[in-house]
DNA sequence: CCCCAATGCTTGACGCAACAACCTTCCGCC
DNA sequence: GGCGGAAGGTTGTTGCGTCAAGCATTGGGG
């Protein structure tokens, strides 16, 4: 804390676009969302996760981690998107101390419904307006930053 | 929207860790301020603005432009800081419909004082970890996507 | 000169996230 | 085999962000 390094004038620069942009682009991808879904980025990300699992099932935990959040913010999301009818409880047979949430037939329907639309805000917000070089630098610079941010790897479970 | 193109697996891949990072990031940024000096990321970001602003004085609109939030939201956190004595409100000469939010003596020492642990987290976390050459990717990368997601430049009004 | 729309900001109500407390089940150990 | 601690989830409370009004001021057109 006592490591009294400023930031150089081009780091400053990055640093200040970086943040910028990390600022606005949840509200670009929830926006989106929130209009064409009722979905917030949290809630479409959870049951993306779900329909890319195995039986399209797993356990609270897992999702957690998957989705980086905290327990008790995954067990309220998942009781307002059971209410929804998107996600199914059911005690796990293993543990019983465990959950599993499984995606509904009407989940994976929304699923499916809603991705075309997110995938189109994504590519015309980030992936169209860089080149092929910018794409490669990002995955490359993200993946870095990923190392320090999430050590473990809990967020990029699944492969590249 | 019905632009149905899908992500290539590069795509894919730089835009799974960043979405990762841009998850990630803030919650490392509040936690070190949150600790440390008792403030959010966004309390901390509009006191800096004030900080570097002629007089340590803006109308409520240009902060809220310049930290990129909509007027509630700021009138809610200057009216928190202003009761912690960080900053003074004040009717605006020129337009009486306006306010002026300045920085008390209070809130300058504030930001002096938590401007190097912000800083420390900012250089461990994003700036350490990368080359410099990362640096200036990453630097031309978020200059092209603000110029999607900010077109009026807003943001960023302060120069690079 | 007056009216009316637009601007600048504030306030109140509602929804979601973080934190803490709690209950249950599992597991290691004696 | 039972005791204590750890792991897995759920439930309340508090705090912040968003949205919808609302009030005051300004500026432009009749």
Redesign the pocket.
């Known amino acids: 804390m006592t490591d009294q390094r400023w930031l150089s004038p081009a780091e400053l620069s990055a640093w200040k676009k970086f943040i910028a942009v990390v600022e606005l682009l949840p ?1 670009v991808l929830d ?1 989106q969302l ?1 209009r064409d879904a009722d979905l ?1 980025h ?2 479409y990300f959870s049951l993306a996760m779900l329909s890319e699992a195995p039986d399209e099932t797993l ?4 999702l ?1 981690s998957l989705t980086n ?12 998107l059971e209410q929804r009818g998107y996600i199914l ?1 059911s005690p ?1 047979a ?7 949430a499984s995606l509904t037939a009407a989940g994976r329907k929304k699923v499916m419904h809603t991705a075309p639309g997110h995938v189109g805000t994504v590519l015309a917000n980030v992936i169209s307006p860089l080149s092929a070089d910018d794409v490669n630098d990002l995955d490359r610079i993200m993946g870095t930053l990923l190392e320090k941010l999430d050590p473990e790897n809990r967020f990029q479970a699944r492969g590249a």
């Open positions: 509200g926006s929130q917030t949290f809630e356990r609270m935990t897992a957690a959040s905290t327990l008790p913010r995954l067990s309220h999301v998942v009781s307002r409880r796990c293993e543990d019983r101390r465990a959950t599993n």
